[in-house]
């Protein structure tokens, strides 16, 4: 079975889980204005820019009205700006081949990543000693990349271990049980982890690889949003530019708006919010006019076109519009 046709069974039992949590719906305080439905995943990363708009009612202050809803990991929420169920997500970097593919527009850049880990039961010391292990990873995700990076490096292939497609919260109890040697994965998560499996082993993390690739998480729209809802794109671009704005200003105070959001403690958050790199508005601005993120993104189409789940990349300045963010500054 396809990526894609796991994807699309796993989606409707997404939106389907979604309805019933409490992130889901949270809104943007306002009662009235233009709907827009935003995916987002429970972390730092990918609800900090919400929580904030909500809080502060930068919704309503460009007149659109949020249905947010929360989802395990990035794909799920390209398909469903495929299907028309979403008009904003926002991905992780192992998700960005999505729309390097033409499946969706990369509409703002938000942090750099560094969540990322491969991990593995107590006794193995090396990535060498991956031969033969088992290991879980959710596919098409930030997690199968730091995995694969973290092979190439040790001279290993898939073929020389044993690959297991795992959703989120499998991997989790999967490693807690034993059930897995070692998986790709990520933080908030493997902290949930660590309660059950102390001398669990970070063999490899994100920032092993900068030298290589940057992994830079994503706000990302449908297709047809970005080309034939304009000013509804322009309107949510503005509305995520001041909220980084606010993040950028408040570190404190956005980790206790996420948390608020989330539904967890603040330390938890924190922790989560240390293993990244926030990006400012400035320097989105700039480096998007430089050429940097185009350099970031290209860099990315590479690995995912060695790697075999990308064919060919449409190119950055065709799935990232950089006009539309920096343009959103000057309304």
Same mark, same amino acid.
């Given at each position: 079975?396809?990526?894609?046709?796991?994807?699309?069974?796993?989606?409707?039992?997404?939106?389907?889980?979604?309805?019933?949590?409490?992130?889901?719906?949270?809104?943007?305080?306002?009662?009235?204005?233009?709907?827009?439905?935003?995916?987002?995943?429970?972390?730092?990363?990918?609800?900090?820019?919400?929580?904030?708009?909500?809080?502060?009612?930068?919704?309503?202050?460009?007149?659109?009205?949020?249905?947010?809803?929360?989802?395990?990991?990035?794909?799920?929420?390209?398909?469903?700006?495929?299907?028309?169920?979403?008009?904003?997500?926002?991905?992780?970097?192992?998700?960005?081949?999505?729309?390097?593919?033409?499946?969706?527009?990369?509409?703002? =850049?938000?942090?750099?990543?560094?969540?990322?880990?491969?991990?593995?039961?107590?006794?193995?010391?090396?990535?060498?000693?991956?031969?033969?292990?088992?290991?879980?990873?959710?596919?098409?995700?930030?997690?199968?990349?730091?995995?694969?990076?973290?092979?190439?490096?040790?001279?290993?292939?898939?073929? +020389?271990?044993?690959?297991?497609?795992?959703?989120?919260?499998?991997?989790?109890?999967?490693?807690?049980?034993?059930?897995?040697?070692?998986?790709?994965?990520?933080?908030?998560?493997?902290?949930?982890?660590?309660?059950?499996?102390?001398?669990?082993?970070?063999?490899?993390?994100?920032?092993?690889?900068?030298?290589?690739?940057?992994?830079?998480?994503?706000?990302?729209?449908?297709? +047809?949003?970005?080309?034939?809802?304009?000013?509804?794109?322009?309107?949510?671009?503005?509305?995520?530019?001041?909220?980084?704005?606010?993040?950028?200003?408040?570190?404190?105070?956005?980790?206790?708006?996420?948390?608020?959001?989330?539904?967890?403690?603040?330390?938890?958050?924190?922790?989560?919010?240390?293993?990244?790199?926030?990006?400012?508005?400035?320097? =989105?601005?700039?480096?998007?006019? +430089?050429?940097?993120?185009?350099?970031?993104?290209?860099?990315?189409?590479?690995?995912?076109?060695?790697?075999?789940?990308?064919?060919?990349?449409?190119?950055?300045?065709?799935?990232?519009?950089? +006009?539309?963010?920096?343009?959103?500054?000057?309304?």
């Amino acid at each position: 079975m396809t990526i894609r046709k796991r994807l699309l069974g796993a989606l409707a039992a997404a939106l389907l889980a979604a309805a019933t949590l409490t992130a889901c719906g949270s809104g943007s305080g306002s009662s009235s204005g233009e709907e827009v439905r935003f995916g987002y995943i429970g972390d730092y990363n990918g609800t900090s820019l919400l929580a904030i708009a909500n809080d502060q009612g930068l919704w309503a202050k460009y007149g659109l009205k949020a249905d947010t809803k929360v989802f395990t990991n990035g794909p799920l929420q390209i398909q469903a700006l495929g299907s028309g169920d979403l008009d904003f997500g926002y991905i992780g970097p192992g998700a960005m081949w999505l729309p390097a593919s033409g499946q969706a527009k990369v509409v703002a =850049l938000n942090t750099l990543g560094n969540s990322d880990r491969v991990i593995t039961q107590a006794g193995t010391t090396g990535l060498a000693g991956l031969r033969g292990k088992t290991i879980g990873v959710p596919q098409g995700t930030s997690g199968e990349m730091i995995l694969t990076l973290a092979l190439q490096q040790a001279g290993l292939t898939k073929n +020389d271990v044993k690959i297991v497609p795992m959703d989120a919260s499998t991997i989790v109890s999967a490693f807690s049980s034993k059930k897995i040697d070692a998986a790709g994965f990520w933080y908030p998560a493997i902290a949930t982890i660590k309660k059950q499996v102390p001398d669990l082993v970070e063999l490899a993390k994100d920032s092993d690889f900068a030298s290589q690739l940057q992994f830079p998480t994503a706000f990302v729209a449908g297709n +047809d949003v970005v080309t034939k809802q304009q000013d509804k794109a322009r309107k949510v671009v503005s509305v995520l530019r001041d909220a980084m704005k606010y993040r950028s200003a408040n570190p404190e105070q956005a980790v206790k708006l996420t948390a608020k959001m989330l539904k967890t403690d603040e330390g938890t958050v924190a922790a989560d919010a240390a293993n990244n790199q926030v990006l400012n508005v400035d320097d =989105l601005d700039r480096m998007t006019q +430089d050429g940097t993120i185009d350099g970031w993104l290209s860099k990315m189409d590479q690995y995912f076109t060695a790697s075999g789940q990308l064919k060919q990349s449409v190119g950055p300045k065709t799935y990232y519009t950089g +006009d539309l963010f920096t343009s959103a500054g000057r309304s």
